[in-house]
């Protein structure tokens, strides 16, 4: 959608599919561009300008400048570069720049010159069932670049230009056929089939206006393209930009890029995106019109397009052996496949690319899982039973973790960040499968995880209680990996309310959910005593968080333990994963959990109320007690609350919509789509791929 | 040798040979330690400690303060981590350190904990004729470490520890057989084969004093060895520190490095590293040696040892489709074999491996040589035959330069920096062979390039004019390849004075040297001709010299054209080629060449003067005009006004290596070893390999 002018300004993602690399730009006067497996935006900048007839040359801001000359810029003064006193370039003023943010396309345009950059998303084929081309197609890890100037009132010729730099890096200069491209270190790179002088320099201003004899100056860290439009004419020039890592691309497992199966160099993928430009092109004007005439506000539309952004940015598509592995990292802090998010993120792959969703349950279950024992906080020392986990994650940075290890957590701590979240990941797993599983109907996996299902409900028993008489449905033992500590959620830069695992109501609703799974799915695998003990825990679980319940306050507690008075947003997590798994009865309060949909749908109206979860500004807060709210799990719970609890109120939603895109806009303007924000400004979390659970509201039924 | 208490801060390279790579520490307070092909100190830290009887850390400074932090601790206040009230660690003070910085090893002490960087070096091997084990010891990309601690006074049982950050990377931890392995994205690491605790943590003092019960926090920055003394003993251990990087190392041409012929990885590295830790002690206690009984004063001994360590740093032993291919980096700036730096390494390469300078040599030959044209500056329209030149370099920052282009050169400059040397690259390729053939008596390359000689000859006399009745040795004509410019020396960023090529006293003295050595090599030759028209040249060149002395001033003018008075100390570089050569009677003031060698002997007496050419510190001032003095050219020609001009002075020449010294340990104390100062602060060319010609003092007969 076209933002409003005082919107122009903020980061984005622009990012191939599975390539964990992207253009990140948009933000005035800061710096950006190209990097690969960089969490955060790159150091370099995006130079696209044209020339006037004085020779001046005028560019969007998409550079770093500094602070000061930021505000000035800002602020509406106009940023010269008076060589010698004669004005040589100027900044675009942010003031006369449109930006048109959409799913797959994102154009800014101001006095003639119109920058479009494009990138294109549709289901990565399942390399199992795909054609070699299908998958070349999808994993080419290039995006594209229009950019056109508008010479039509002018009677001399002009030049416009589109350059890049990538911090302190060099290029190369290669002239291959009809093709300009310009590379640097093999990795990242640009090319067009349009008439266009190569230029390498200090600065872009250098190389238009040199005093020198020598377009590309390879000491230079800026490259780009310079075309002319003729008098009374627009003209255009397409370029693809790209990346490439051969060999090795992770530590601990050697693992390369899926698209080194295609793809024999970074030319070989710039000239591969060139010539399938037309139908890359129209993939992503799809996906635009898709988001465009869902019924949805903009600032809907603008919070899904801006999250999908972030999220390819953070994917990779690996190969490992011969076999696929699909890693997303976790935006700013690049743990690989961390699991809580893989959890949130697993909406936008069941709408686009199911197998990834199989493929990294595959990968927990063969390389990142454990059996641990569990333990009563009360009494430390003595230890029960406990069983199949999962890790938080499986590396951090392309660093693989040694087998069964994430990189995040850490023995000894009680309930505190780096703690395990043994039971929570478990309870992610089970839903994850249940999702997949009930939308895919893939009964080779569903038998092939059989025994891990079994593995799974014993070990969510034991953690609820070993002893079956004592067992409430909620998890209350702690893993023996914590060492006498207690485990965490994902929720661990958060107070108590939503930190602590054991008898924690958010956990509960999870554990509900993955119970809810594990009936349905012993109930496809014909195992009937194992669907009755799955459906007893979660009918105990239900019980126990409607017990939970508050009459006086009209909330269940955020902890099931006496003294706790935080009211929380995320207790009807769980409810998603029924709802996903197309189980309507699950999730209705006329259904057999009805009791605990309709506590859960009294809990949400009641906290749903200025000074308890909602901020000043409309913005959800997750909990009545931290100010640190979770973008995803906004946009998720904000999905359940319409369309499983039927709790809206158009007015009060319309607000809550305008102030989270006004988080996202000035409150993470650098860092591109951010999660954790302390009253709208992100704070952590940053450049994130979590936020795509916004499309599950392209699911939302109008009315 | 044992530096004073208020010299042992400052940063030094501790490289392995020909892998790009250094440790860099000793700087108090400021960021340093591991990193491969930069241009810089790494971004990280070097953690070397001991605990206390309290339990509080004490640190070498190795790691990065903030500016008030670091005045703080340099003025000799203590630097306290207080936790809550606690102190944890302190930075052992600046005052109580000692450094011994010695050809191959760097060691400091204090409070009973002493820290030793040994990087042994010694001849690297020829790949012609040497064996592979030779090769793989010389390649090995790896230096030790030794950490000692006393515990000889304390009862109980004390830790201490070594520890390294890298920037923002992680870790891994390998256990494996004996060994306890670290290790960064596969690329760099440590190992050590004695008892210690591995620990990965966000800081040394977390991981030592951790709250949790994992000693490898996969999230940490910092990773580290932890040992322990015995109470009343002293114990030490043994580190390897080692670098690796797989596949291709560079663009634009792809070679990987040597030592991937005999390493599989970075633990083979690591591993080989410490079986022959004897023998690599013993080569660098040799060179320590060596060094300590050279008959030369303690500040020279520093400097020869400090542009050591630099040169060691920048070095690059690559394999080009089985061939070897010796690179060396342009410090700072990255440039690979950046020719005019070659030139004055070419001494220290004779002394160790001459098989280097042949190797760079045919290089250019191969893939960095060109043929231009020439046209007098008085009527650029106008050309002539040119002939063979080489380029500035091979290219940057790893990324080979197309054929026959350098990364630095620019058409259409006139006499600025970033022109061509199109003249002193000839001269250098010429003198670098003279010198590489009359010491190593290499008759086969001798032959294969004779062709490449002959048409150096001509390509010289060209530049002085096309029309042989009009030349005076000196060169006159500019480049085509400057279209209409005009050419530079290697003293690009000085004035005029040294800047310009053309009448440059500087460059006639080089190519005077060039023609001396190509007389000797058609002499060797039989080319009796050749010999003729070579010696021909040199006589011009010699008169031509001798005649633009000013009587009155008693110099020669820097550059022979009207109106120029600069005075400069490189009017007598090219002496060194023919000296070296081992052609006594050329450099003979009773010689062939008296006359010139009695001028320029005259010249530079009186130019060694306080406000000509001598700073007020004593330091050499390269020209009367410029305030920009290179380190590397200045201790190249006090070799020169020492052994072949016979000018000394023991208590100014005492006073000029004290100034030296101080520029390099307060003026570039943070890059290491720098060339370029202005009044003693450096100021470009900065964490640089060509200060190296210092080695020639190593060859200075005593009296």
């Given at each position: ?13 622009h990012s191939p599919m599975g390539a964990?690399s992207?253009l ?78 959409r799913w797959a396309t994102d154009t ?8 479009e950059m494009i990138t294109p998303f549709f289901p990565l084929p ?7 081309s299908e998958q070349r197609f999808a994993c080419c890890p290039a995006l594209l670049v229009k ?43 640009m090319s067009t089939l ?42 255009s020039i397409l370029i693809a930009v790209g990346f ?15 698209y080194?199966?295609y793809f024999?160099?970074?030319?070989d993928v710039l000239r591969y995106a060139l010539k399938n430009a037309d139908r890359y092109i129209a993939e992503a004007h799809a996906r635009d019109r898709e ?18 952004h972030?999220?390819w ?391």
């Open positions: 959608m076209q933002l409003k002018k005082r919107d122009t300004s903020f980061h984005a993602h964990h992207s990140t730009c948009g933000m005035h006067g800061a710096n950006g561009g190209i990097a690969m497996e960089k969490g955060q935006p790159a150091e370099g900048g995006v130079f696209v300008g044209y020339e006037d007839a004085n020779g001046v040359l005028h560019s969007f801001p998409f550079s770093g400048l500094s602070s000061a000359e930021r505000e000035r810029f800002v602020s509406g003064e106009s940023v010269e570069n008076t060589g010698k006193g004669v004005e040589k370039e100027r900044l675009i003023p942010s003031r006369s720049i449109s930006r048109d943010y800014f345009s101001a006095e003639g010159l119109t920058f399942d390399p199992d069932n795909s054609s070699a950019v056109s100037f508008d010479n039509t009132k002018s009677a001399v010729v002009r030049r416009f230009f589109f350059g890049l730099s990538a911090g302190d890096t060099r290029w190369a200069c290669h002239a291959a056929g009809k093709a300009s491209m310009l590379t640097t270190r093999d990795r990242m790179g349009d008439e266009v002088e190569s230029v390498i320099d200090f600065t872009i201003e250098s190389a238009l206006h040199r005093n020198h004899a020598t377009p590309d100056f390879l000491l230079g860290k800026v490259a780009g393209f310079v075309a002319t439009a003729p008098p009374r004419s627009r003209k490439f890592k051969e060999g090795n691309a992770t530590y601990g497992r050697k693992t390369r890029y899926w080194n199966r024999k160099d970074l030319p988001l465009d005439q869902a019924r949805l506000s903009d600032n809907q539309k603008f919070l899904i397009a801006h999250s999908t972030s999220y940015g953070s994917t990779e598509w690996l190969e490992d052996n011969g076999e696929p592995r699909w890693v997303v990292n976790e935006g700013e802090y690049l743990m690989m496949n961390t699991f809580d998010l893989t959890v949130d993120m697993l909406f936008f792959e069941m709408r686009f690319n199911p197998w990834t969703v199989r493929n990294v349950l595959e990968q927990f279950v063969r390389d990142y899982s454990y059996h641990d024992r569990v333990f009563d906080p009360a009494h430390p020392g003595k230890s029960y039973p406990g069983g199949l986990s999962f890790t938080h994650d499986m590396g951090v940075m392309n660093q693989f973790s040694p087998p069964a290890r994430s990189s995040y957590e850490l023995a000894g701590l009680d309930r505190a960040c780096f703690s395990y979240m043994t039971c929570e990941q478990l309870a992610n797993w089970v839903c994850c499968a249940g999702v997949y599983l009930a939308r895919t109907g893939d009964r080779d996996f569903l038998r092939r995880q059989r025994k891990i299902l079994e593995a799974c409900l014993e070990s969510l028993q034991n953690r609820d209680n070993p002893d079956p008489r004592q067992r409430t449905g909620i998890m209350k033992f702690e893993s023996s990996r914590t060492r006498g500590g207690g485990e965490i959620t994902t929720y661990d830069s958060l107070d108590h309310s939503l930190g602590q695992a054991r008898n924690n109501i958010y956990l509960a609703s999870k554990c509900w959910a993955a119970y809810v799974a594990l009936d349905h799915l012993f109930g496809l695998l014909g195992m009937e005593e194992r669907q009755r003990a799955a459906r007893s825990s979660a009918e105990l679980c239900a019980r126990s968080i409607v017990d939970g319940f508050d009459a006086e306050r009209g909330v269940i507690p955020a902890v099931l333990e006496p003294g706790n008075a935080s009211a929380i947003i995320p207790a009807i997590e769980g409810l998603i994963f029924p709802h996903e798994m197309g189980l309507t009865q699950v999730v209705s309060p006329r259904g057999p959990y009805g009791k605990l949909i309709r506590t859960l749908r009294q809990h949400l109206g009641n906290v749903l109320q200025p000074g308890v979860c909602l901020y000043p500004d409309g913005g959800w807060k997750l909990s009545s007690t931290a100010d640190n709210s979770w973008m995803s799990k906004i946009a998720l719970c904000q999905h359940i609350a319409r369309t499983i609890l039927k709790i809206k109120d158009a007015p009060r939603d319309a607000k809550s919509d305008a102030a989270h895109v006004r988080w996202q806009i000035k409150g993470s303007e650098f860092h591109a789509c951010s999660d954790q924000f302390r009253s709208g400004v992100a704070i952590g979390s940053k450049y994130y791929p979590r936020i795509v659970t916004t499309v599950l509201w392209m699911n939302q039924k109008p009315g």
